[in-house]
T-cell receptor, first 112, second 114 residues
């Protein structure tokens, strides 16, 4: 089954404790991206990747890191999480820019 | 002018009604346009791509007006199950850096009432 797998589904952590949210797709997609969704602000893009080892900042990259060492994986790293990063996060992939996006199920992150 | 704007709603309509949403975009050279549906705290799912000639899928019709820079979504014979938030997505023109950066509207919330 074609899918984007995102883990964990829920995560509660404390300020400053490094964490990684994993994202993996099995569709051989070139394009992958991360979003955060906050009430009243909609979906905002954090980082995106056009291919292996090629990443770029989205609208709200501060406080986040990504890597794309393999085509299928695109982890989101928070080196020192802060409470303002409490949000609902989605990973997505598509065959190419301008194509249908497939989303992961989301990660609800709470930073205390 | 914001890059992509949608009326946040909520739109509260009775079952069977016809409802239309618009989404305006600022970059006249934008290339691809989509409507996604999102249920509460779930992942967005593609509803329709929007083509220049307009396209229809059952009760749903999407249209693109390049001259006025907006896309629209029309839902006929609304069902309770249509209650969701509808997001528009715009892809910028291909011009190197930044051209892979998608822009989502903030969404329009629809509630279909029995």
């Amino acid at each position: 089954e074609a899918q984007v797998t995102q883990n964990p589904r829920y995560l509660i952590t404390v300020t400053g404790k490094k964490l990684t949210v994993t994202c993996s797709q099995n569709m051989n997609h070139e394009y992958m991206s991360w979003y955060r969704q906050d009430p009243g602000l909609g979906l905002r893009q954090i980082y995106y990747s056009m291919n292996v080892e090629v990443t770029d900042k989205g609208d709200v990259p501060e406080g986040y890191k990504v890597s794309r060492k393999e085509k299928r994986n695109f982890p989101l790293i928070l080196e020192s999480p802060s409470p303002n990063q409490t949000s609902l996060y989605f990973c997505a992939s598509s065959k190419d820019r301008g194509e249908k996006l497939f989303f992961g199920s989301g990660t609800q992150l709470s930073v205390l | 002018r914001k890059e992509v704007e949608q009326d946040p709603g909520p739109f509260n309509v009775p079952e069977g009604a016809t409802v239309a949403f618009n989404c305006t975009y600022s970059n006249s050279a934008s290339q691809s346009f989509f409507w996604y549906r999102q249920d509460c705290r779930k992942e967005p799912k593609l509803l329709m791509s929007v083509y220049s000639s307009g396209n229809e899928d059952g009760r749903f019709t999407a249209q693109l007006n390049r001259a006025s820079q907006y896309i629209s979504l029309l839902i006929r014979d609304s069902k309770l199950s249509d209650s969701a938030t509808y997001l528009c997505v715009v892809t910028p023109p291909y011009s190197g850096a930044g051209s892979y950066q998608l822009t989502f509207g903030k969404g329009t919330k629809l509630s279909v009432i029995p």
